[in-house]
């Protein structure tokens, strides 16, 4: 069995223009795509499509069978054209199964993955309850290199925003990045000293905190997970970092027996997620950190699915 699970340490700093730090433990499953019909019977407390301590539900993930909210300066809905944003693309109705609709999501832009693997980081509904800050998609070609990687941004608002970062993207994970995403003049190329990543500097175009504004950059910097987990993802205000996350784990095997005793370790996890979340944002207030309304730009919030009433207006203008 290919997939696994991560125990993992979270930490967020932010610098500006208030520091605040903290650090967490929570941990991952690593699913292969491929596994999820034999995945329940082999792991008691998991199942797919059925209710469970950990229950795996298709339609909570990359929703592309449904509109894209898209809105342009004067709130009108335009094709989104921002670097790791979805391109045009027809509503598949039904949902295509998951894989599928990760394929057609990479082959839109212009990424085959047929024949591939895709590894999706996650957190499945624990008790019925689905929280993910952030959920990441490893994909694979059919001779088992990487091809491409999503990453999926759900705001505590219930909306979700999938970045691409595809095989261009794809270079030496310490390499610097002009404020356009690109490699800068004189950058190193992958090599086989330092790690490669999927790597990709981006307008957020997303309400994600209200102590961010939506116009920051996002600096994804996305390690493949093997024995060990590593991923970072800065926020950039022009050339200055203002907050970074990193997310760094140990592999564990996908078995009952370590799915039960992390249960223990970690209890009700998606409900302590969301408290953290919102134990800090207060202590942030507390701090006197600027704070932006999400009804403020709503124009600027775009290429993101199940908008929130809040942008409803900018639809209708």
Same mark, same amino acid.
């Not at 054209?81 to 057609?104: M, N």
């Not at 957190?123 to 998609?137: H, K």
């Not at 704070?291 to 775009?302: E, T, Y």
């Given at each position: 069995?290919?997939?696994?699970?991560?125990?993992?340490?979270?930490?967020?700093? =932010?610098?500006?223009?208030? /520091? @605040? =730090?903290?650090?967490?433990?929570?941990?991952?499953?690593?699913?292969?795509?491929? !596994?999820? $019909?034999?995945?329940?019977?082999?792991?008691?407390? +998991?199942?797919? $499509?059925?209710?469970?301590?950990?229950?795996?539900?298709?339609?909570?993930?990359?929703?592309?069978?449904?509109?894209? @909210?898209?809105?342009?300066?004067?709130?009108?809905?335009?094709?989104?054209? !921002?670097?790791?944003?979805?391109?045009? *693309?027809?509503?598949?109705?039904?949902?295509?199964?998951?894989?599928?609709?990760?394929?057609?999501?990479?082959?839109? *832009?212009?990424?085959?993955?047929?024949?591939?693997?895709?590894?999706?980081?996650?957190?499945?509904?624990?008790?019925?309850?689905?929280?993910?800050?952030?959920? +990441?998609?490893?994909?694979?070609?059919? *001779?088992?290199?990487?091809?491409?990687?999503?990453? !999926?941004?759900?705001?505590? +608002? =219930?909306?979700?925003?999938?970045?691409?970062?595809?095989?261009?993207?794809?270079?030496?994970?310490? /390499?610097?990045?002009?404020?356009?995403?690109?490699?800068?003049?004189?950058?190193?190329?992958?090599?086989?000293?330092?790690? /490669?990543? +999927?790597?990709?500097?981006?307008?957020?175009?997303?309400?994600?905190?209200?102590?961010?504004?939506?116009?920051?950059?996002?600096?994804?910097?996305?390690?493949?997970?093997?024995?060990?987990? #590593?991923?970072?993802?800065?926020?950039?205000?022009?050339?200055?970092?203002?907050?970074?996350?990193?997310?760094?784990?140990?592999?564990?095997?996908?078995?009952?027996?370590?799915?039960?005793?992390?249960?223990?370790?970690?209890?009700?996890?998606?409900?302590?997620?969301? #408290?953290?979340?919102?134990? *800090?944002?207060?202590?942030?207030?507390?701090?006197?950190?600027?704070?932006?309304?999400?009804?403020?730009? /709503?124009?600027?919030?775009?290429?993101?699915?199940?908008? @929130?009433?809040?942008?409803?207006?900018?639809?209708?203008?």
């Amino acid at each position: 069995m290919k997939s696994c699970l991560y125990e993992c340490h979270v930490m967020h700093a =932010r610098f500006s223009p208030r /520091a @605040h =730090r903290f650090l967490y433990r929570i941990f991952l499953f690593a699913i292969d795509l491929d !596994e999820l $019909e034999t995945l329940p019977r082999q792991v008691k407390f +998991f199942s797919r $499509e059925r209710r469970n301590l950990y229950s795996f539900r298709e339609l909570d993930y990359l929703p592309t069978n449904e509109p894209m @909210h898209s809105a342009g300066s004067a709130g009108v809905p335009t094709a989104s054209s !921002e670097a790791g944003a979805t391109p045009p *693309h027809p509503i598949q109705t039904p949902a295509l199964p998951l894989k599928q609709r990760v394929e057609a999501y990479a082959a839109a *832009h212009g990424v085959d993955l047929t024949g591939g693997r895709v590894v999706l980081l996650t957190l499945p509904r624990v008790a019925g309850y689905l929280f993910n800050p952030v959920s +990441f998609y490893f994909c694979y070609d059919r *001779h088992g290199a990487p091809a491409a990687a999503i990453a !999926e941004v759900t705001n505590t +608002f =219930r909306e979700v925003k999938p970045y691409f970062l595809g095989p261009d993207t794809w270079r030496n994970a310490a /390499a610097p990045l002009s404020p356009e995403g690109s490699p800068s003049a004189g950058a190193p190329a992958v090599n086989t000293v330092r790690p /490669a990543a +999927f790597r990709l500097r981006v307008p957020k175009h997303f309400y994600v905190s209200p102590y961010s504004d939506v116009d920051v950059a996002f600096d994804f910097v996305l390690r493949l997970p093997d024995g060990k987990l #590593s991923i970072q993802i800065d926020d950039y205000v022009g050339t200055e970092r203002t907050l970074t996350s990193t997310l760094s784990g140990i592999q564990r095997p996908l078995t009952s027996g370590r799915l039960a005793w992390l249960t223990i370790k970690y209890p009700l996890i998606t409900l302590r997620v969301i #408290s953290l979340i919102h134990w *800090h944002a207060f202590l942030l207030w507390l701090k006197r950190v600027p704070w932006f309304s999400k009804s403020a730009r /709503a124009a600027d919030q775009r290429g993101l699915y199940r908008p @929130h009433q809040s942008l409803q207006p900018s639809d209708a203008a």
